[in-house]
């Protein structure tokens, strides 16, 4: 599989398409003064505590105030609180956790009244940026994530990635990290990592550190509600994340970006720095690689897929539905049930696309075409699995039901990508109606009147639709051969296909267009 990223630097922002064999599968849009990005540490302040949700409300300077349930106050929020403190208060100094001595884990089914009351302030992280109507979503369960491990401070537990399967390298991975690692700090060890060496794991783990140790150096002077330390980048976050051996380009259209990058890419894999390369064409990048039209294909309500099959994608507040249809695919009734299968396939992989391109999240039912067979049933099923397993998003596949319908639900952080592919109608301007056509004739001979008369114009072309020049020049004496004898000159007529049914365009003798 060869995977490419296409990135498009714009004065709004940054847009960046993953494409995996010349086929758009992600897109991600990074807005000019993006706050609130998933990672993002804030000075939040305990604004209410909600007892019958188990929750509080943070303000994190947003104009809703953000959502912190007890779940995700992380089992050493009172190390955390206990730092928060004495930092502020000046009275220690120091960024690492050596001779920080750990509070209690709380109690898994406590109350989140008994650990934080109003007008507490704690350092919380965005876990999911603001949604629709909702503020973000924060835990106050603290990580720094780096390319091959997480930080994760007031902890001592190393995990490994259930990605890695062998036991000599999950071991080996620990044993290294065991090694390195500072004390009261626990490390995720991510999939990426393996097969990597010590000197490369060190460096990262110490970045890692080094992002610690300058957010604790802001804690004590930051101000309640405002970010203390701010994740990198969209484009360099995904490019840390998703970056291996199996990308071939990554095309920037900014220089700047472009020098960003690739100073990025040389510092955390210098053997791949050279496939950042810098696009120069007068094109559009998004146009050159054929990006524009995918997205135009790809978003809106129906999807067309290549056999002729198509899905309709539904959006509520609750949940997305996508029903699968056949289209004009035809089988005889032997085969109904082949038919339906592998309709069902292509309809899989396209759905499968679609959730990482739109970053569909929550809760997703597919209404398959109805399939007899329990074998076949189970086939697409793991079919299904299989396709899923490329999305880095948590997700949970249920066996289709007796109905056909599989639910899916998958991890949702940021706001849905969408697009709008529905263009305005430039004949009535979205209005749904257009000028009675009786009277289009009256108003080209009025301009008429007023260009060849008042401002004595000669030699002029009437630019029109097709159709409307075939009225125009139609029997033997035409309107064309009327306003001939009107005004006294001929007047040329010109048919432009791209015009829609009722516009008219008048060209001078130079060629250049009159304006009315």
């Not at 050596?98 to 109350?111: H, Q, R, S, V």
């Not at 994530?145 to 390298?169: D, H, M, Q, W």
């Not at 990006?291 to 997305?320: D, R, W």
């Not at 060849?452 to 051969?481: D, M, R």
Request: hydrophobic letters at 40%.
């Amino acid at each position: 599989m060869v995977k490419e990223l296409i990135i498009d630097s714009s004065p709004s922002g940054v847009t960046i398409a993953l494409v995996e064999d010349k086929q758009l599968v992600e897109l991600h849009k990074e807005h000019i003064n993006n706050n609130y990005a998933v990672g993002d540490i804030y000075l939040g302040r305990i604004k209410k505590i909600m007892p019958g949700l188990n929750a509080a409300f943070v303000d994190v300077g947003y104009e809703k105030d953000a959502f912190l349930h007890y779940f995700d106050l992380g089992p050493q929020v009172q190390s955390l609180i206990k730092l928060t403190k004495i930092k502020r208060n000046g009275s220690v100094s120091g960024t690492l956790l050596d001779n920080f001595k750990l509070e209690g884990d709380i109690n898994k089914a406590g109350k989140i009244s008994e650990v934080v009351s109003k007008n507490l302030v704690l350092p919380v992280q965005i876990a999911k940026e603001p949604i629709s109507t909702k503020g973000p979503r924060l835990s106050s369960d603290l990580s720094i994530a780096g390319r091959y491990i997480v930080l994760v401070p007031f902890s001592n537990v190393i995990s490994i990635s259930k990605k890695i399967k062998s036991n000599t390298e999950r071991n080996r991975l620990k044993k290294i990290i065991e090694s390195i690692k500072p004390k009261n700090f626990g490390v995720i060890i991510r999939t990426v990592s393996e097969g990597k060496g010590v000197a490369e794991l060190q460096k990262d783990l110490l970045d890692s550190v080094t992002k610690w140790e300058n957010f604790i150096k802001k804690l004590p002077d930051a101000e309640p509600s405002k970010r203390v330390w701010g994740e990198m980048d969209r484009t360099s976050t995904l490019i840390r994340d998703i970056l291996s051996t199996d990308f071939t380009n990554v095309y920037v259209n900014d220089s700047n970006l472009f020098e960003d990058i690739r100073s990025y890419v040389h510092e955390i894999s210098p053997e791949m720095e050279k496939i950042v390369k810098i696009y120069k064409h007068k094109e559009p990048i998004f146009e050159h690689f054929g990006i524009e039209k995918q997205i135009k294909n790809a978003f809106g309500k129906t999807v067309n897929l290549a056999g002729g099959a198509y899905l309709v994608v539904e959006h509520t507040e609750a949940l997305h539905v996508v029903d699968v249809n056949s289209g004009n695919r035809t089988a005889s009734k032997e085969n109904q049930e082949e038919n339906a299968l592998q309709v069902n396939k292509e309809a899989a992989k396209e759905i499968a696309r679609q959730l990482r391109l739109r970053d569909m999240g929550g809760i997703v039912v597919i209404d398959f075409i109805d399939m007899h067979k329990p074998v076949n049933r189970k086939m697409l099923f793991d079919y299904l699995k299989e396709l899923m397993l490329l999305d880095r998003a948590k997700h949970t596949i249920l066996p289709p039901s007796k109905f056909g319908l599989v639910q899916i639900t998958r991890q949702r952080v940021r706001p849905e990508m969408n697009i709008v592919t529905s263009e305005k109608c430039p004949t009535c301007d979205g209005t749904g109606e257009i000028k009675a056509s009786i009277v289009l004739m009256d108003d080209i001979e009025n301009n008429l009147n007023y260009i060849l008369q008042e401002q004595n114009e000669k030699n002029i072309t009437l630019c029109v639709h097709p159709y409307i020049e075939a009225y125009i020049k139609k029997g033997f004496i035409s309107l064309q051969w009327k306003w001939f004898f009107k005004f006294g000159q001929r007047i040329k007529i010109k048919a432009v296909p791209s015009y829609n049914l009722t516009e008219f365009h008048f060209i001078s003798s130079k060629d250049e267009e009159i304006k009315l």
